[in-house]
């Protein structure tokens, strides 16, 4: 079996078991998350921050984005466009974010561009990771395509309970010291 296909069936595997978890998990998980990441040196310093928009069964990071806007901070969400790219986009407010790609919450059109080097703070996404900093992802390759050319500080937010042993990788993936669950 391919570390592709190794990757599609542990995917697989994931998907069911976040399937079978309350909804509940996530919202407590993503509040004991958000608060560990807005005690970090990392956040306090960091005067732009890159952060998924959570939506389903993912670590509710909508607090965390909240408390960026309120600290003053600039901070910017993904928006997703074909072929597996994604824009970095600043908002000013969580009313501006509105379904798109996927029905993810995402940023208007014609908000504001940053580049990857303007952020000091990236929070990453996964389906799963393990304690050393291997992510899988949900495989369109988004963010491994940003965190290709990212260099600043990022935190890979998992849910202990989607935390795993080992987690198959290939030469595009990139891995994230920076593991923080609940």
């Known amino acids: 079996m391919t570390v592709k296909e ?3 069936a542990l995917r697989r595997q994931i998907w069911a078991q976040i399937q079978d978890m309350p909804l509940s998990y996530f919202s407590d998980a ?3 998350i958000c608060r560990r990441i807005l005690e970090t040196e990392a956040y306090r310093k960091a005067r732009t921050v890159f952060c998924f928009v959570s939506h389903g069964k993912e670590p ?4 965390l984005l909240q408390s960026a806007l309120n600290h003053g901070k600039i901070l910017c969400v993904p928006l997703c466009r074909e ?8 908002i000013t407010s969580l009313s501006q974010l509105a379904p798109g790609a996927y029905n993810i919450p995402e940023p208007p059109q014609d ?11 990236s929070l990453i996404p996964c389906l799963a990771a393990t304690k050393d900093g291997k992510r899988l992802g949900k495989g369109g390759g988004y ?17 202990a309970d989607l935390l795993q042993t ?12 920076h593991v923080v669950t609940e």
């Open 6 to 8: 190794q990757k599609q």
């Open 30 to 32: 993503g509040a004991a």
């Open 60 to 63: 509710d990071t909508h607090p």
């Open 83 to 90: 072929g597996g790219r994604m824009e970095i986009r600043q």
């Open 111 to 121: 908000a504001p561009i940053l580049s990857t080097s303007a952020i000091h703070l």
């Open 143 to 159: 963010y491994d395509r940003f965190l290709a050319g990212y260099t600043g500080d990022a935190f890979l937010l998992c849910p």
């Open 166 to 177: 080992d987690i198959p990788t290939e030469s595009h993936d990139v891995l994230i010291p």
